[in-house]
């Protein structure tokens, strides 16, 4: 290769690269870049759609099961599962889990988050992961609503902001 060929081939690289590498310019912010740095969501990205493929319909009294959780990212943020494309704290603070409580028919809260399970990859927007999460059904026997939410740790529920959970009824035998 001559040297000005290369010159020119170089010149546009970086001249490519100082300009965003031709992507289209125009409004952004509905996509924002994702933070490397660990931190909270930003309120638009707790939003998620969460479904229990196969939850149970029976459990004995106390029985520890083991649930999928169907997530996929309905925001237009990019969520790193660690909170951050590197997070070193030894408090989990940051990362993304499902956990789970058992309600009663009315609604009332019977435990709270007996279960939690992180989440396994990134996710960038619209995309799905599934995950093991190990519950343990009330003590007493009944009817119970079993209810999978995400949460961010130490930062917020996806509920708390807005996004809608995944219920199961359950009975629960002796």
Do not use: H
Not at 11 to 27: E, F, K, M, Q, W
Not at 37 to 62: I, V
């Amino acid at each position: 290769m001559n040297g000005k060929l290369f010159a020119a081939l170089l010149a546009c690289a970086l001249l490519a690269v100082g300009c965003g590498g031709g992507r289209p310019s125009g409004n952004t912010a509905s996509a924002p870049a994702p933070s490397k740095t660990p931190g909270p969501l930003p309120d638009a990205g707790f939003k998620a759609q969460l479904t229990l493929p196969e939850p149970p319909t029976r459990l004995r009294a106390g029985q520890k099961e083991t649930v999928q959780v169907r997530i996929r990212n309905a925001s237009d943020v990019f969520w790193w599962s660690r909170g951050g494309e590197v997070n070193d704290r030894s408090d989990n603070f940051f990362y993304i889990a499902a956990g789970n409580r058992w309600l009663k028919p009315d609604g009332s809260l019977v435990t709270d988050m007996d279960g939690r399970y992180g989440i396994s990859k990134d996710l960038k927007p619209g995309e799905e992961t599934e995950i093991p999460l190990a519950v343990t059904a009330p003590k007493e026997p009944g009817d119970y609503l079993l209810e999978v939410d995400l949460v961010q740790e130490q930062v917020a529920w996806f509920s708390d902001k807005g996004s809608p959970t995944a219920r199961a009824k359950v009975t629960v035998v002796r």
